[in-house]
């Protein structure tokens, strides 16, 4: 009996460590297709759902990777399973000017074209669009008047991406405010600015695109930009419902009168 026992014990222990590791892998599997709002992809990264559709997992991109800056996501991560991702707060891309990891995608998920000035034959890593640097003035502690600019001076593209502003203290009247600023249309996304953030939680942090950048919609036309007007074709908004030109709609009796 004990040894019948002891033969059920183990069978059980067994299936349970089966189902465990099972329960694991299907997780992954479960986020496979799924894309990941929050997560950071490599230099020439197509968008997101795009890129999921052609990345093969193959990890080619993380070992071209000279500083280890890339990693293959987990199971039960925020990322599908096998596919590539940085944290800048643990290590940063440090932009390699040969950009070893887009060029050695095998499928176009990382598109040499989207770094480069011409269709992928010359690289620019200054065009490189990981992500974006938002900052976090409420705990920054630049914009509390103590002198930090260690963000500013970690930023490969010095009074370009980030540049830093002198405004008046207000709360003591006495001094000035260095306040770093990012720039959007700088801004590679790298987070070397993170990476250097000297408080605990980082106050200058990396997100994606979509995520950091807001969105006008149609409504709106830059009439100083030519072609822009071009945007708005065929769209709906609220000039539609007077039937008319938006900058009829801005014109409009309506708002006169308000």
């Not at 990345?55 to 500083?67: L, R, W």
């Not at 890339?70 to 944290?87: K, N, S």
Request: proline share 7%; aromatic share 6%; hydrophobic share 35%.
């Amino acid at each position: 009996m004990a040894a019948g026992k002891g033969i059920d014990r183990r069978g059980f222990l067994s299936r349970l460590t089966a189902a465990a590791v099972g329960g694991v892998v299907w997780g992954g599997f479960v986020t496979e297709g799924k894309s990941a709002a929050l997560v950071l992809r490599p230099p020439g990264a197509l968008p997101e759902k795009v890129f999921l559709g052609k990345c093969i997992k193959c990890g080619i991109c993380v070992e071209a990777c000279p500083y280890d800056t890339l990693f293959l996501a987990g199971p039960g991560t925020d990322a599908p399973t096998g596919t590539p991702r940085l944290l800048p707060r643990d290590v940063p891309c440090y932009l390699c000017t040969d950009i070893p990891c887009t060029a050695e995608c095998p499928t176009g998920a990382l598109d040499v074209s989207l770094v480069s000035d011409d269709g992928g034959r010359t690289l620019d890593v200054n065009k490189t669009r990981i992500g974006l640097a938002v900052m976090d003035y409420e705990n920054c502690i630049a914009a509390w008047g103590l002198r930090c600019d260690a963000c500013y001076r970690a930023c490969p593209l010095l009074d370009k991406a980030i540049t830093i502003e002198h405004t008046r203290n207000e709360r003591t009247g006495r001094h000035a405010v260095l306040l770093p600023k990012v720039h959007p249309d700088a801004c590679t996304g790298c987070g070397l600015c993170e990476r250097a953030c000297v408080v605990e939680k980082a106050a200058i942090f990396v997100l994606p695109l979509e995520v950091a950048l807001g969105r006008v919609g149609n409504s709106y036309v830059k009439g100083w930009e030519e072609g822009d007007e071009s945007r708005i074709d065929g769209t709906t908004g609220p000039a539609d419902e007077l039937d008319s030109h938006p900058l009829d709609y801005l014109n409009s009796g309506d708002l006169q009168d308000d």
